[in-house]
């Protein structure tokens, strides 16, 4: 299972409702995802982590190298992390928040992720 992951939850009306806003957002946290996973941004990146965080340099250089890359938590084209969503489910299940557990893909719907990577020409699984 891969750390961190993209999960990202919309109330089902507001989703049937307003779809376009949905990929939009989605759109916009993948080209977020992209700029931080290219390597010409470290430096800016360290900068924000520096701004926002209000850390000392080392601490925000030692946050990017972890995070970006070695662990790799931001999936660049905002893919979720489809092992972990079982998991997730699984570990609901197990503390008793879902009484009836069934697969992860009757809780989750990709169709808004995939709109908005298609729509970006980027990769889909």
Avoid: H
């Avoid at 949905?22 to 946290?29: D, G, M, N, P, W």
């Avoid at 360290?46 to 340099?57: A, G, M, N, S």
């Avoid at 601490?59 to 489809?82: C, I």
């Amino acid at each position: 299972m891969r750390p961190g992951g993209s999960r990202k939850t919309v109330n089902t009306e507001f989703g049937k409702r307003r779809p376009d806003v949905v990929v939009k957002f989605l759109k916009a946290e993948i080209r977020a995802l992209q700029w931080v996973n290219n390597p010409r941004n470290k430096e800016e990146a360290i900068r924000l982590l520096l701004k926002w965080l209000k850390v000392d340099e080392p601490t925000a250089r030692r946050t990017y190298k972890y995070l970006v890359e070695d662990l790799k938590v931001f999936s660049g084209n905002g893919e979720v992390d489809l092992e972990g969503m079982q998991v997730t489910v699984d570990l609901l299940a197990k503390s008793g928040v879902i009484k009836d557990p069934k697969p992860w893909t009757a809780y989750a719907d990709l169709s808004f992720l995939r709109q908005a990577q298609r729509e970006l020409g980027g990769k889909q699984p």
